[in-house]
Each structure stands twice: as C-alpha cells, then as structure tokens.
C-alpha cells in the first residue's frame, strides 16, 4: 500500500502540472492553497494552486520555495478555511515576496474532496471543470481546462524530435506515422477535441489531404502543418478543391512555429511547440 505522498507523487508525472495540486487535494489530511488575488505583479496565475501532504511535502508551485514553506506552517493551525496576504500589505512583518507585491490565498485545511474529485473526473473525460471555493474566498471558484494533448502525423526526425522535446515538458504526445495510415484514406482514430493540437509533419505531402480532411472535421484548437509558401499554396487549393470551405482552411497554420525559416528538426520542434503552447494559453479561464 502505497503513503498518500508516493501515490500523488506517481500521479504527478503523468498529469498537467496545472492540475497537479487539485489531483492531490482528493487524498485525506491533504490541505490546499489557492491564489485568489494578486497585488502588482506576481509569476503565477490566479488560480495558481498548492496542496501540501501530510508529511510536508508540496504538490504544485506557487513561488521559488520561500512561499511554499510560510503556507504549509500557516496552514497546520487552521481548522476552517481563511483567505490570508502575503508579501505587501500583510500583517506578517518578517515575510515578503521577492517580487515586492502581495497576494492573497485562501488556506483550506479541509478542501472539498468529493468536489475535488468530481473535477478531477471531468478532466480526465476532457471536458472543463470547477471546482467551489469556500465562502471566505473572493474567488468563487477554480476553473480548470483539460490538459494538452498533441497528435502528430508525420514520419522522419522531425515527428520523432517533436515528440521528444514535448515529452520532456510533460506534454502528452501520440505519433501517427505512415505505418498507420493508409495513402488517400481518412485515418481511423478519434477526431481531436477542443484540447488537442494536430501538427502535420509530412514531407511528401500526398499524405495530408485526408488527414487534414479528418483533424478539420474535428475541435482541434490548433491545426499545423510543415512546409513552405508553395507547399502551402498547393495544400490550399487542393483543400478547396476537395469539397473544403475556406473557413475550415482559414484554421490551419502553415507554415509552423514562430522561427522563420527553421533548417533542421530540433529547431523546428522548439518554434512549433512554443507555437503551440501559446495557443493553448489562450484557451486557460482568468482563474
């Protein structure tokens, strides 16, 4: 049987790090810190959030560590939820933050579990989730929005280095080579949703038209596929000419990331993801 600390921390390398502190929240004695305002500037979002398991140790990042520590003794006192400052305008004298602003965070020794585990459900099936905050807090509620996820159609190094540099950012990556396609044939697998990014990866682009045909029928949030202005061009008109609305190719990125004129795999892989991960920042609710 595994400790309440070797079990969330299994979970934490599979999970978004955005969500990471929400899925420990589910286990007993496990206490949750929420950021639910910001005085100034701050490296966190609103929303960002902490737990803290029972042996002391922390499950998601709201600071370098100074923060973390101050939460996790004021938090071991409390019985009931309380919104406390940090940092600028606080009570406490002898904390401030580097940045030199203050925030306020809900401490909630007891958070919800089953309203915690209801949202950690409704991500895992993909779909949005929120989860209630106590009374005390300004912030209603925590929103969460699923985790990213990246299908990559392609063959070569290009998909291969793709996949390596965005695994190593905990990005969830699923690569669908030739050997799973069928040349002229729409690829068998689920279209993506709202949460999903497809990157079309091809260097004989008489594999694309399917493809895009199904990742277009989809929710993709971001549709992207390699090549230059000619490769482009042909792409386009060979999409009108199969039936495509030029609203549908309006959503497609092309060419990729957001260094021109990328000459070897790893360099396109970095401008691509960085792409990518923009684009889905902007899906992310304020809190």
């Not at 929420?34 to 005085?39: A, E, K, L, S, Y």
């Not at 580097?98 to 950690?120: F, M, S, T, W, Y």
Request: charge should be negative; include cysteine.
């Amino acid at each position: 049987m595994h400790s309440v600390a070797e079990q969330v921390r299994t979970e934490r390398d599979f999970i978004d790090p955005d969500h990471a502190a929400l899925f420990a929240a589910r286990a007993g004695n496990v206490g949750l810190c929420t950021i639910v305002g910001i005085d100034g500037s701050f490296s966190r979002r609103l929303g960002a959030q902490l737990a803290v398991l029972p042996d002391g140790t922390f499950v998601g990042s709201l600071s370098d560590g100074c923060l973390e520590q101050q939460l996790a003794s004021d938090l071991a006192g409390l019985r009931e939820p309380v919104v406390k400052r940090y940092g600028r305008g606080s009570d406490t004298i002898d904390f401030r933050l580097p940045c030199g602003g203050g925030l306020d965070i809900l401490l909630d020794p007891k958070p919800h579990r089953q309203a915690c585990e209801n949202a950690v459900r409704s991500l895992i099936r993909r779909e949005p989730a929120a989860l209630p905050l106590p009374e005390v807090s300004p912030l209603a509620e925590r929103r969460y929005i699923p985790a990213l996820e990246i299908t990559v159609f392609g063959e070569g190094p290009e998909p291969e280095a793709f996949a390596q540099i965005a695994r190593a950012a905990g990005i969830a990556v699923r690569t669908v080579g030739k050997d799973a396609l069928s040349l002229g044939q729409t690829p068998e697998m689920a279209k993506p949703d709202r949460w999903t990014a497809a990157l079309l990866l091809f260097h004989d682009h008489e594999w694309e038209l399917p493809v895009l045909h199904h990742v277009l029928a989809g929710d993709a949030f971001y549709i992207g596929a390699q090549g230059g202005e000619n490769a482009r061009i042909a792409r386009t008109h060979a999409l009108l000419g199969s039936g495509m609305s030029e609203e549908d190719i309006r959503r497609m990125q092309s060419p990729v990331g957001l260094i021109d004129a990328c000459r070897d795999p790893h360099t396109l892989a970095v401008s691509a993801l960085a792409e990518i991960m923009a684009a889905y920042e902007r899906l992310r609710p304020h809190a």
